[in-house]
């Protein structure tokens, strides 16, 4: 199982990139494949009230691990 480490943003605050645990950069189509097939922990998928797919961490009430509290690189 890996973990994603850190993020990248784009200029609106966006995740457009996940960096792993095992030092893999993962563009957000391939990290929606990752999560969704169960590869990647503490994270999963969920449909907006738009109707599309996001990645998200899990809620566990703890924000420190939240993907937005990640640090960015």
Known sequence: MDQFV??????????????TQSGQILNYE???KR???G???HVTTFIG???DTYIRSVPDHDKTNNLDS????
């Open 39 to 41: 590869e990647i922990e």
């Open 49 to 51: 009230k738009d109707g």
């Open 70 to 73: 990640l640090p960015t690189f």
């Open 6 to 19: 850190a993020v990248r943003k784009d200029d609106k605050g966006n995740l457009t990139e996940f960096k």
């Open 35 to 37: 999560v969704a097939s």
């Open 30 to 32: 391939e990290a929606m």
